[in-house]
């Protein structure tokens, strides 16, 4: 028992402490204000900061805009970025089940086989005996068994787990990335819209200016120089717009992507600034708590667990391993004998393997 127990102390995966966090409650060295001016300059309510409320998982939805909810309902259901990222994690949550499968419980098999055999003599060194032809039918049932002496098991469902936390956060992370990118794009549009909008009334205003000043040099109230100042300040003005018209087919373009949609879907939203409301209570977070929500750096930690368990699984490598076997069966020559007691065979055995000498590659796995 005390021979068990040393081995597996010796095999155990190296023991992870998470760094300490650093006490910071504010992002600044000066006291956060109690609301925002921004908003009060562009006409909007004033937005006030709620300090250690966190982020909703559904954080547009704080715009009050139910078609860019139905954009981003649609973006998680049909992007294949995201359909990808959740079937890499089945697949690794199938694997892990697969090893806890084989690896916590005895595997047992059953086969059923029949030959006709034909043996000579010579097979036992007696060539003088003649032939012989017979039939042999053979059903069993093997059950085998290894034993986790060195943890060896434990570090390989370690590993498998730590594999699935990983997935599961890199399907968070993609989910996050997603419906930051569909928001921020609709919120690009209206943003162009809107500057498209004030382009083409700029325009407008210096069209109708130019007008006026061609009068009055007609009436010789001002010089020619003042209209063709006007010219090119209204040429300048109009050449902004095709930037921008093409800027907005572009975001129109990654948009409908976003959204797992052809360019050219009618069924697109259109997004202005009017139809987006700015959020009256900002969540602040505070950093360490910000930091423990990034699925970026969650799945950094996971992989470090799965590296940690893979040194477990390796330094059980070192250490023998045990494996129980037992079956059952009948091997009968006549079909007729399957379950006679006559025909009836079974075995009983453990192997131990111990590694003696590999060219230092288990201990360079370890390492």
């Known amino acids: 028992a005390a021979w068990l127990t040393a081995i597996g102390g010796c095999a155990s995966s190296p023991t992870l402490r998470a760094p300490q966090v650093p006490q910071v409650s504010t992002?600044?060295?000066?006291?956060?204000?109690?609301?925002?001016?921004?908003?009060?300059?562009?006409?909007?309510?004033?937005?006030?900061?709620?300090?250690?409320?966190?982020?909703?998982?559904?954080?547009?939805?704080?715009?009050?805009?139910?078609?860019?909810?139905?954009?981003?309902?649609?973006?998680?259901?049909?992007?294949?970025?995201?359909?990808?990222?959740?079937?890499?994690?089945?697949a690794a949550w199938q694997n892990y089940l697969a090893v806890?499968?084989?690896?916590?419980?005895?595997?047992?098999?059953?086969?059923?086989?029949?030959?006709?055999?034909?043996i000579?003599?010579?097979?036992?060194?007696?060539?003088?005996?003649?032939?012989?032809?017979?039939?042999?039918?053979?059903?069993?049932?093997?059950?085998?068994?290894?034993?986790?002496l060195g943890g060896g098991i434990r570090s390989q469902l370690a590993?498998?787990?730590?594999q699935v936390r990983y997935q599961c956060f890199e399907l968070e992370g993609a989910y996050l990335a997603l419906t930051a990118n569909v928001v921020t794009t609709a919120v690009r549009e209206a943003s162009l819209r809107a500057q498209i909008r004030a382009s083409t009334e700029i325009v407008q205003i210096e069209?109708?200016?130019?007008?006026?000043?061609?009068?009055?040099?007609?009436?010789?109230?001002?010089?020619?120089?003042?209209?063709l100042a006007q010219r090119a300040l209204l040429a300048q003005s109009r050449a902004v717009l095709p930037g921008l018209t093409?800027?907005?087919?572009?975001?129109?373009?990654?948009?409908?992507?976003?959204?797992?949609?052809?360019p050219n879907d009618t069924t697109l939203p259109k997004f202005a600034l009017d139809d987006l409301d700015l959020p009256q209570e900002l969540p602040?977070?505070?950093?360490?708590?910000?930091?423990?929500?990034?699925?970026?750096?969650?799945?950094?930690?996971?992989?470090?667990?799965q590296a940690a368990a893979g040194v477990g699984v390796a330094t059980a490598n070192l250490f023998p391993r045990v494996t129980l076997s037992a079956g059952v069966g009948s091997e009968p020559t006549d079909l007729r004998d399957l379950f006679a007691s006559s025909s009836s065979v079974y075995n009983v055995g453990a192997a131990l393997l111990q590694p003696l000498f590999h060219g230092r590659a288990l201990r360079a796995k370890q390492a």
Do not use: C
């Open 27 to 90: 992002y600044t060295g000066s006291s956060l204000p109690d609301s925002t001016v921004g908003a009060e300059v562009a006409g909007g309510a004033e937005q006030k900061f709620i300090v250690g409320r966190d982020i909703p998982a559904e954080w547009w939805q704080v715009f009050h805009s139910d078609a860019l909810d139905g954009l981003v309902r649609d973006a998680l259901s049909a992007n294949p970025g995201l359909a990808a990222a959740q079937s890499t994690l089945k």
């Open 100 to 118: 806890r499968g084989t690896t916590l419980r005895p595997t047992v098999d059953a086969g059923v086989s029949g030959k006709r055999q034909r």
């Open 120 to 148: 000579t003599g010579a097979l036992f060194g007696q060539p003088q005996f003649p032939a012989n032809v017979f039939n042999l039918f053979d059903a069993s049932v093997a059950v085998g068994y290894t034993l986790n």
């Open 159 to 162: 590993m498998g787990q730590s």
């Open 207 to 227: 069209q109708a200016q130019l007008d006026a000043m061609q009068q009055q040099l007609d009436a010789g109230t001002i010089i020619v120089t003042d209209v």
């Open 246 to 262: 093409e800027a907005l087919e572009q975001t129109r373009h990654r948009l409908a992507v976003l959204a797992g949609k052809p």
């Open 284 to 305: 602040v977070s505070l950093p360490a708590t910000l930091l423990m929500q990034r699925p970026d750096l969650l799945s950094s930690e996971a992989l470090l667990e």
